[in-house]
C-alpha cells in the first residue's frame, strides 16, 4: 500500500490534482482544462466526460514527472463544484450536459414550485430556498424541455460523485453536496421522500447516501487504464469543493470560517447545530456533526479571469518579454489606486447573483467612471466589489445569528496581497491565508486519510497539515472609505434591481 494521499477537485474552468505527504506536503500538482458552454444567456453548462478526461490528463501528467508512482497512492479524495445534475441512464452513460452553478434557466421552474408547494415548506425541509443556481429546478427542466433524456435517467449525481462512479462503478450521494436536491432533509442528512413526491422526482433518481470520508469503492481495472492510477487503490465519496476547501483551511470547529477566493466568491461558517437562513446557503460540512452556513457569489476569482482576459492585451505582451504574469502586472496597476476607487464602484453580478439577494438576472455594473479612470481603477474596483460582496453575506450572516470573527483565505485570490488585504479591509475582519492554492485538493485527500485510516480523525489531519502562511489585519485608516462604498454598493442595487429585472425578462 502506498503511502501518499491524491486529492482531485473539479473546479469550473479546471482540474486540479495534487498529492500529499501524510504531513501535508504537496508532492506533485497538475491540473486538466475544459470548456464551460454558454449556449444562450442564463446558461452555463459542462459535459461531466470532459471533467473526467481532465482528471486523466492531469493525472497522467504527473506519472509522466516521475516524481510520484501510483503505486504510492494510497487512498483518493475527490471534491467538485456543487449544484450539477448528471443525468446518468442503467449503464452509467452520460446523457446530457449538466447546468452547472451559474445556470439559471430553471428560474420559471422555481417560481411555480414555490407558489404550489410553498416556498416556506420547502425551505423547512430542504434549509436552502428553491432557486435555479441548485440540482432540484435543474432535473424539473430536463423533465420538461428534454423528455427523451429524462425517461433513460437512472440516477442524478453531482460532480465528485460522478468521478467517483467513473472510478469506483460506485452510485452515491455524499451528504456534503446533497443540499443540492430540495427534497434533501437538512436536519436530519436523509431524503425526504414526500417533498420528492410533491416536486414530481422519482425516488430512482437519488443516489445512496453516504458520509463524506466513506470508501465508496476501489479503482477499476477500466479506471486503472484510463488514469493510471493502481487498481484496487480506495477511493472516498468526498465533497463539495468549498466545504472541502473549508476543511484544507483548518475550518473545523464551531464559528471557525473560511473565504474562498475561486471562481466564485463567498465564505463558509463551520456551526456545530442547524442554523438556516433564506438568504443564505446551507450544507452539511464533509466531518460529521457540521453545518456549514455559507454564503455563494458569482463573482470570484472569476472576475480577475474576465477582466485580465478582455482587457490586458498589452499586459499578456509585456509578459513574454519580462517574465511578469498578467495578473501581477494589473496588481501592481491596483496599488496605485487609493482605497475606494475614487468614487468608482463595481457590482460583481457576472453571472447573475447568488446570496444574499439572488437574482439570476442582476448584472455586473462599473459606476463612477470618468476620464479620470484608470485601467488600474477598474481593477481594484473589481477586487474591492468582490470584497464588497464578501462583506454582504457577512452581515447577513451576522444578523442571522453566526458572527465571524477571522476569515481563514484560501483560493487563488489570496495570492494577491493587495486583493487580502482589501477584503480585510472591507469586511474589517483578520484574514489568515494557509496554503492558498491546495486547500481544497488538500481537503479532499484528508477526507481519504481519514477514511482509510492514515489519520486517527480531524484534529489529527489538521494539526498534522494545514499551515498558516500569513496575516492580514485591517487598517483603520481604511475603514471610513469603505464603508461609505459599501454604502453606495447597497444602494446601487437597491436604485438598479428593477431595471435589471425588467432586462432580464424582456
Not at 111 to 129: H, K, M, S, T, Y
Not at 328 to 356: H, I, T, W
Not at 431 to 460: F, I
Request: glycine share 12%; charged share 25%.
Amino acid at each position: 500500500m502506498g503511502e501518499y494521499l491524491l486529492g482531485i477537485d473539479i473546479g469550473t474552468s479546471a482540474c486540479k490534482t495534487a498529492v500529499f505527504s501524510r504531513d501535508g506536503r504537496v508532492l506533485a500538482a497538475e491540473t486538466g482544462k475544459y470548456p464551460v458552454y454558454y449556449p444562450h444567456p442564463g446558461w452555463a453548462e459542462q459535459n461531466a466526460d470532459d471533467w473526467y478526461l481532465g482528471v486523466c490528463e492531469a493525472l497522467h501528467k504527473i506519472w509522466a514527472k516521475g516524481e510520484v508512482k501510483p503505486s504510492d497512492i494510497a487512498a483518493v479524495g475527490i471534491d467538485g463544484q456543487g449544484w450539477s445534475a448528471i443525468a446518468i441512464d442503467k449503464d452509467g452513460r452520460n446523457l446530457t450536459n449538466t447546468p452547472i452553478w451559474m445556470d439559471t434557466r430553471a428560474q420559471d421552474i422555481c417560481d411555480r414550485l414555490n407558489q404550489q408547494i410553498g416556498a416556506e415548506a420547502i425551505f423547512e425541509v430542504a434549509g436552502n430556498p428553491l432557486q435555479p443556481s441548485y440540482t432540484t429546478p435543474k432535473v424539473i427542466w430536463y423533465r420538461e424541455n428534454l423528455p427523451e433524456i429524462y425517461e433513460k435517467t437512472e440516477k442524478i449525481l453531482h460532480a465528485n460523485g460522478y468521478i467517483g462512479y467513473r472510478l469506483t462503478g460506485a452510485v452515491t450521494e455524499d451528504i456534503c453536496d446533497a443540499y443540492g436536491w430540495h427534497c434533501f432533509d437538512m436536519r436530519k442528512g436523509v431524503w425526504d421522500r414526500d417533498m420528492a413526491k410533491a416536486m414530481g422526482i422519482p425516488e430512482r433518481f437519488l443516489p445512496d447516501i453516504v458520509s463524506c470520508d466513506t470508501v465508496i469503492g476501489k479503482v477499476t481495472g477500466k479506471a486503472a487504464l484510463e488514469t493510471g492510477l493502481r487498481e484496487g487503490t480506495p477511493v472516498v465519496a468526498g465533497g463539495l469543493d468549498a466545504a472541502c476547501g473549508t476543511l484544507g483551511a483548518g475550518v473545523i470547529h464551531n464559528g471557525d470560517t473560511q473565504e474562498q477566493g475561486g471562481q466564485a466568491g463567498g465564505m463558509s461558517i463551520c456551526l456545530d447545530e442547524y442554523r438556516a437562513d433564506p438568504r443564505l446557503i446551507l450544507s452539511f460540512h464533509v466531518i460529521p456533526g457540521k453545518w456549514l452556513l455559507q454564503g455563494g457569489t458569482t463573482g470570484g476569482g472569476g472576475v480577475m479571469r474576465w477582466f485580465e482576459k478582455e482587457f490586458a492585451g498589452e499586459e499578456r505582451m509585456l509578459a513574454e518579454k519580462t517574465g511578469k504574469s498578467s495578473l501581477d502586472q494589473l496588481n501592481e496597476l491596483a496599488e496605485k489606486v487609493p482605497a475606494g476607487c475614487e468614487g468608482l464602484v463595481f457590482l460583481p453580478y457576472m453571472s447573475g447573483e447568488r446570496s444574499p439577494i439572488w437574482n439570476p438576472d442582476a448584472k455586473g455594473v462599473f459606476y463612477g467612471l470618468d476620464f479620470s479612470k484608470t485601467k488600474g481603477h477598474m481593477v481594484r474596483a473589481c477586487m474591492e466589489g468582490v470584497a464588497l460582496a464578501l462583506k454582504h453575506n457577512l452581515d447577513v450572516a451576522e444578523a442571522a445569528g453566526a458572527p465571524v470573527h477571522v476569515l481563514r483565505s484560501v483560493g487563488g485570490s489570496a495570492n494577491s496581497l493587495l486583493w487580502t488585504q482589501i477584503k480585510s479591509d472591507v469586511t474589517g475582519k483578520p484574514v489568515v491565508v494557509p496554503s492558498s492554492d491546495t486547500a481544497t485538493t488538500l481537503g479532499a485527500a484528508m477526507l481519504a486519510g481519514v477514511g482509510t485510516g492514515m489519520y486517527r480523525d480531524y484534529d489529527e489531519a489538521v494539526s498534522l497539515t494545514v499551515r498558516d502562511t500569513r496575516e492580514h489585519t485591517p487598517r483603520p485608516g481604511n475603514a471610513a472609505v469603505y464603508e461609505k462604498t459599501y454604502q453606495m454598493y447597497l444602494e446601487l442595487y437597491r436604485d438598479l434591481e428593477g431595471l435589471m429585472n425588467k432586462g432580464g425578462k424582456s
